[in-house]
């Protein structure tokens, strides 16, 4: 079946054929770590997920590149985040950067993210950096100026074509920073100076930091090649930082730097922009805090097209808060969870002639769906039409097992069931079947003691008109 995704840079669908068959070379922006990413972060580092989890199940070799950005990144006022994170917590930047580094890592394992093939860090390729820069002065694309080095964007007629803000449309001092020492104030910043800085290293233009944008340039070429078959961000990247990725690389290699571009949309918290000063400001920490799961909470931000903003609906504020998206999200998953123990613990003979049909008709929606552009609200409808079939059935044991195999392929895409779903101690498993079978010949005694032998065990198990639920104690 053929995939087709949106390309941000030519604005239409296209075909996705990796340039190496059966491999794909991605690379996802991720986090910069100077404090915990929050709900609307992860929306588009979970997109980035699916797309890995769907590509693998299509049979490719994903090579998934995240970067955690940990110097460069600067604020509206020219102050770079690691400092602005160092003042607020009276730490050094190194010692902030370790910290939320590997909380986002923590975070993104609480909500089932995939482990990249590489999370490099951008303090750990400075020679890279200073010598795709020093390849930019070279070809006369990069000069330098007073204290730092800046890539000359007059000299790349294509700046600008990602975003649509071309060369002509860009005035002066909308968007861009201005500085007296540029030649143009459009142009953007590849290694600077600033003696307050904590993180600085030695390079031919004086001690200094790297850009932001340079970073990604040499991290994704380092690890995947001059060229990319996928690069994904959120909706906030396109315009500078993804424009000058490709300015600077396409400079340096004279090759095309990406062939697909894929940008998430904003998330919305109840219906307006996220902010502190609203009170609508959340982290993946802050939602476990009020006991949600991880996988209620990857279901909830993975609501909707990634091309479309979405919204993750809220209730109230603060401590009264009332988190509806999520409340929705955990009714869908006990609905998934329930089928996955109907078909772990079907005991009916025979055969369902249907049952071949029924199940390749929803593999090949859920194919369809996500190979047009990850329509997940049409795959996800294609699970949820599946589950309606099969609970309607009295499932024959052989015909649910190739069933819940299915399911499981399903989660290996989506990752909606619980961790500890995969196997049950085989031990436990047998008890809870010698359990059920004592129920349906009304021997309350014998099921009572093996529900205590269950229990020693350390799982509990509840019964449900779908059949039994098993949970560690």
């Known amino acids: 079946m053929t995939i087709r995704f949106f390309n941000t840079y030519t604005r239409r669908l296209e075909d996705f054929v990796p340039l190496e068959t059966g491999v794909v070379r991605m690379y996802n922006c991720g986090p910069t770590v100077y404090d915990f990413a929050h709900i609307g972060n992860f929306r588009s580092f979970l997109m980035a997920d699916l797309l890995r989890r769907f590509l693998e199940w299509k049979g490719f070799a994903v090579r998934q590149v995240m970067n955690l950005t940990d110097v460069g990144h600067l604020t509206d006022d020219d102050v770079d985040r690691m400092e602005v994170g160092s003042g607020r917590e009276k730490k050094t930047a190194w010692e902030i950067a370790d910290f939320y580094a590997e909380a986002f890592l923590e975070d993104s394992r609480r909500l089932g993210l995939a482990k990249a093939w590489e999370n490099p860090r951008a303090t750990r390729h400075i020679p890279e950096m200073i010598e795709l820069n020093r390849k930019l002065v070279e070809k006369g694309l990069a000069y330098f100026s007073k204290d730092s080095l800046y890539f000359e964007v007059q000299k790349f007629p294509g700046y600008g ?11 002066a001092g909308a968007r861009v920073e201005v500085r007296s020492e540029k030649r143009d104030p459009r142009d953007f910043a590849l290694w600077k100076a600033d003696p307050r800085h904590q993180m600085k290293w030695e390079s031919p233009w004086g001690v200094g930091f790297p850009g932001w944008h340079v970073e990604c340039s040499a991290m994704s070429m380092k690890y995947l090649g001059e060229t ?91 401590e009264a808060a009332r988190f509806v998206s999520l409340e929705s999200a955990a009714g869908s998953l006990r609905t998934l969870d329930n089928l996955a123990t109907k078909l772990r ?19 090949r929606e859920f194919d369809e769906a996500l190979s047009d552009d990850l329509d997940i609200s049409r795959a996800r409808r294609a699970i949820f039409e599946l589950a309606g079939e099969l609970n309607r059935r009295d499932v024959p044991r052989t015909d649910a097992a190739v069933a819940l195999s299915l399911v499981r392929e399903f989660d290996a895409v989506l990752g909606f069931l619980p961790a500890a779903e995969a196997e049950l101690p085989a031990e436990v498993r047998e008890l809870v ?31 449900t008109p779908r059949g039994p639920v098993w949970k560690k104690a």
Not at 228 to 244: A, K, Q
Not at 289 to 306: F, K
């Open 161 to 171: 074509r990602l975003s649509g803000n071309t060369l002509d449309e860009l005035e």
């Open 228 to 318: 990319l078959d996928i690069h994904t961000g959120g909706e906030d990247n396109i315009f500078p930082h993804h424009d000058c990725e490709i300015a600077q690389s396409e400079g340096a290699t004279g090759r095309p730097f990406v062939r697909h571009w894929l940008h998430a949309r904003f998330l919305l918290v109840g219906g307006e922009k996220m902010s502190k000063s609203l009170g609508n400001f959340y982290t993946v920490r802050d939602l476990a805090a009020a006991g949600y799961e991880g996988r209620a909470i990857r279901w909830a931000l993975l609501d909707g097209h990634y091309r479309q903003p979405a919204n993750f609906a809220v209730e109230g504020k603060g």
């Open 345 to 363: 613990f079907a005991a009916a003979p025979g055969a369902d002639p249907e049952l071949p049909e029924i199940l390749a008709k929803a593999r």
């Open 433 to 463: 079947l010698a359990r059920e079978a004592a129920r349906k010949d009304r021997n309350w005694s014998l099921a009572d003691e093996l529900r205590a032998r269950i229990r020693e065990r350390g799982y509990v198990v509840e019964d």
